[in-house]
DNA sequence: TTCCCGATTGTA
DNA sequence: ACAATCGGGAAC
């Protein structure tokens, strides 16, 4: 792994290795009441050639975000209730895109704690639909915008992650089938969604 | 048009 | 362990 890389190269990787770059990496929101900011601390990698991934059946307008290149955000709605943002990476047509699971609230904790109801700094973005309900996300209208050019961005850490402080795991929610050691997250960290 | 189920979370 | 809750996509 190579801790170089700037932003733009790493979302133009596969997912597969778009996805341990992307710990460390910082995400923020611009909202009327003020900056929000976090640590990326845990990820996700789907491409097409997956069949847990929505893009494995080929463009739908859902699904259309994850075809478009790399920098290009993809929120879903699921269970009835949730949203999950992901991040795509690679070319146009790739159908590829990196789920963020779980972040290290920063800046903006006010904020993040009255969106998700709940005073416990580790409990406001400790899984996928958590980190959207921190960040304000409410509908899928952020889902094909891009970043650094909608109301999300990314930035460098000033701490860059080194690989052997990423640990390798199987991917959450997906049936044992599809299972993949897709997951990626940050050895220790206390801001992770579980503990396996 | 109907039906099944999910890249989850909070509560019992 | 399980309900909540509804849109996408496959099947009819």
Redesign the pocket.
């Known amino acids: 792994m190579n801790n170089k890389l700037s932003l733009s190269d790493i979302l133009a990787l596969d997912s597969l290795e778009a996805a341990p770059q992307l710990l460390g990496v910082l995400i923020s929101r611009h909202l009327p009441q003020g900056l929000l900011s976090l640590r990326i601390v845990e990820t996700?990698a789907?491409h097409q050639n997956d069949p847990?991934?929505?893009?494995f059946?080929g463009i739908?307008?859902?699904?259309a975000p994850?075809f478009e290149t790399g920098g290009t955000i993809?929120v879903?709605?699921?269970?009835?209730?949730?949203y999950?943002l992901?991040i795509v990476t690679g070319q146009k047509g790739a159908g590829e895109?990196v789920?963020i699971r779980a972040a290290e609230p920063l800046a903006g904790l006010e904020i993040m704690r009255k969106n998700?109801n709940?005073d416990d700094i580790y409990?406001l973005a400790n899984?996928?639909?958590?980190?959207t309900?921190a960040l304000g996300i409410k509908d899928t209208k952020l889902s094909g915008k891009k970043l650094n050019k909608s109301s999300i961005f990314l930035s460098a850490p000033e701490n860059p992650i080194i690989a052997v402080d990423v640990v390798v795991a199987r991917?959450?929610?997906?049936?044992e089938a599809a299972q993949q050691p897709w997951r990626f997250y940050i050895k220790d960290n206390p801001f992770v969604?579980k503990l396996l």
């Open positions: 996700e789907y847990a991934s929505h893009s059946r739908t307008a859902r699904t994850m993809y879903y709605f699921t269970y009835g209730m949730h999950c992901n895109a789920l998700r709940t409990k899984g996928p639909a958590k980190l309900q991917r959450i929610g997906i049936s969604s």
